[in-house]
T-cell receptor, first 116, second 112 residues
Framework: GAGVSQSPRYKVTKRGQDVALRCDPISGHVSLYWYRQALGQGPEFLTY????????KSGLPNDRFSAERPEGSISTLTIQRTEQRDSAMYRC??????????????FGPGTRLTVT | DAKTTQPNSMESNEEEPVHLPCNHS???????IHWYRQLPSQGPEYVIH???SNVNNRMASLAIAEDRKSSTLILHRATLRDAAVYYC?????????????FGKGTLLTVNP
């Protein structure tokens, strides 16, 4: 079946511009996560949704970063007034749920963001 | 969050077994041990997880020490496709267990 998809796969933007990154999770997956990955490092948690509710946004670096999942399916991560330090791979993941069963997370291919 | 310690890199030959170690001396009684791997230019993928008993699946085996302070991911016959960064991650059974906290992992090189 179809996995997690993300678009665009690559985004080059100028400093100060806003960008919107899209994530389409696996159908039926209740939980959705955003991570950011710098070169040579493991992914770093940004935020988590359960259905349409944003349950945890503690990993968002500052208030230029926001995310939404209005209908409990597709999610958008928005970065306003981009800065060079925002350049990274942004990864989305989804899972059937959370809780005691520790559902595995399925990751998308990522969006490589470059801020010039 | 309880931390894990893994070697930075390991090397193996194709078709030989690989034992990837992970130390987690501060693990709590309700923490599950998860392994993910990340192939070059791809997102991480789930490999296996366990709590106390050893676990097997089609990808690998997970051997957990009796005191749970360490574990070993076993690839029974390494292939070139197994070359990846392997992450050992602890996840609790409640609270913020949805969050995966990745370290730097172990870079596995498989020689033909």
């Amino acid at each position: 079946g179809a996995g997690v998809s993300q678009s665009p796969r690559y985004k080059v933007t100028k400093r100060g511009q806003d960008v919107a990154l899209r994530c389409d999770p696996i159908s039926g997956h209740v939980s959705l996560y955003w991570y950011r990955q710098a070169l040579g490092q493991g992914p770093e948690f940004l935020t988590y949704f359960n259905y349409e509710a944003q349950q945890d946004k503690s990993g968002l670096p500052n208030d230029r970063f926001s995310a939404e999942r209005p209908e409990g399916s597709i999610s958008t991560l928005t970065i306003q007034r981009t800065e060079q330090r925002d350049s990274a791979m942004y990864r989305c993941a989804s899972s059937l749920g959370t809780g005691g069963r520790n559902y595995e997370q399925y990751f998308g291919p990522g969006t490589r963001l470059t801020v010039t | 969050d309880a931390k894990t310690t893994q070697p930075n890199s390991m090397e193996s030959n194709e078709e030989e077994p690989v034992h990837l170690p992970c130390n987690h001396s501060t693990i709590s009684g309700t923490d599950y041990i998860h392994w993910y791997r990340q192939l070059p230019s791809q997102g991480p993928e789930y490999v296996i997880h366990g709590l106390t008993s050893n676990v097997n699946n089609r990808m690998a085996s997970l051997a957990i020490a009796e005191d749970r302070k360490s574990s070993t991911l076993i690839l029974h016959r390494a292939t070139l496709r197994d070359a990846a960064v392997y992450y050992c991650i602890l996840r609790g059974s409640g609270g913020s267990n949805y969050k995966l906290t990745f370290g730097k992992g172990t870079l596995l090189t498989v020689n033909p």
